[in-house]
């Protein structure tokens, strides 16, 4: 079964210091990944995918098929920035169901 | 354009009841997804319906089924409620065959099985 783990529950972080959320899953062929966001009371976005390359809000994200990551790192971290994280991929060919992981609280401390 | 939108936005129901929940896509799309996400959990997907066919299922018992309208529009059915069945309910619109296309999500349906 496809599988995608977000290993931190919570992450706290200073205003202005570099952010990382971790994302590995499980191998298998050529994912489609994806990072999705939900501030306080609004629903669930797509902040960015991987197969784009883009920077979206300042966050990056880069595929690592070696290490099957799919980190998503910001610079310097705003208030604006505490949501709930969610690492997700798409199953690929055959397939159209999106696989999350359990989410990560992003909280960044003025 | 409202985006996706869902109703109703809670619902209260006893075990062994049934519950139908509705969804409308955002404009332009033909593509609904259901996903069941549980306190403390990610989202998990429970089918996807296109052209009025349920074109996948995730891992969930035939009491999750499912319909979807010539308008695009999509119900989820839950019979035979369980305490389990707690959980807030996501759709999901998207547009096309089913590649690796953006889903835009609804505000969900926060589901209470007493």
């Known amino acids: 079964a496809q599988r995608v783990t977000q290993p931190e529950k919570l992450l706290s972080v200073f205003k202005g210091a570099p952010v990382e959320l971790k994302c590995n899953y499980s191998?298998?062929?050529?994912?489609?990944l994806f990072w999705y966001v939900q501030y306080s009371r609004q629903r669930l976005q797509l902040l960015l995918r991987?197969?784009s390359r883009e920077s979206i809000k300042g966050f990056t994200a880069d595929l690592n098929k070696g290490e099957t990551s799919f980190h998503l790192k910001k610079p310097f971290a705003q208030e604006e920035d505490s949501a709930m994280y969610y690492c997700a991929r798409f199953s690929g060919a055959g397939s159209y169901q999106l696989t999350f992981g359990k989410g990560t609280k992003l909280s960044v401390i003025p | 354009d409202a985006g996706v939108t869902q109703s109703p936005t809670h619902l209260i129901k006893t075990r062994g009841q049934q519950v139908t929940l509705r969804c409308s896509p955002k404009s332009g799309h033909d593509t609904v997804s259901w996903y069941q996400q549980a306190l403390g959990q990610g989202p998990q997907f429970i089918f996807q319906y296109y052209e009025e066919e349920e074109r996948q299922r995730g891992n969930f018992p035939d009491r999750f089924s499912g319909h979807q309208f010539p308008n695009y529009s999509s119900e989820l059915n839950v019979n035979a409620l369980l305490l389990g069945d707690s959980a807030l309910y996501l759709c999901?619109?998207?547009f096309g065959t089913g590649g690796p296309t953006e889903q835009f999500f609804g505000p969900g349906t926060r589901l209470t099985v007493l």
């Open positions: 999901a619109s998207s």
């Open positions: 191998y298998s062929g050529s994912p489609e």
């Open positions: 991987h197969i």
